[in-house]
């Protein structure tokens, strides 16, 4: 095996529903005005993300971790979304379970979000 990737997801709670469903095991497939899933590389980015846009849309955010197989990824280009730090991958929603073939191990929430914490 040639390794894993550790990636981040900023998800709300109607998505984390979804993977917990899943056995923690897979991202749900996209809506239609979806057509990029993007987990992204900095988990501080994936905080931002879930305390300042999750939270405010849905009520909560959370940060997942999960680990891809390295060589899978080498597929997708890292993709600069703002700073040097805002890094993401950006996957084709038809391609989400092929990606979800390439998880390792299991999705874990790392960090969780509720309107009432935010300063």
Known sequence: MTGTTTLYRPTGPEE?????ASG????PPRLPEQPIFYPVLNE??????????NVPASGS????RFEVD???LERYPVR???GETILELWVPAQELAEFNAHIVGRI??????HGDDRP
Do not use: K, M, N, P
Not at 16 to 20: D, F, K, T
Not at 61 to 64: D, M
Not at 108 to 113: D, G, I
């Open 16 to 20: 984390l529903a979804l993977v917990e």
């Open 24 to 27: 923690w095991t897979a991202w």
């Open 44 to 53: 501080d980015y994936a905080v931002r993300i879930a305390r300042d846009w």
């Open 61 to 64: 955010g959370f940060v997942t």
């Open 70 to 72: 390295s060589a899978f």
């Open 80 to 82: 600069q979304a703002g």
């Open 108 to 113: 874990e929430v790392v960090h969780a979000f």
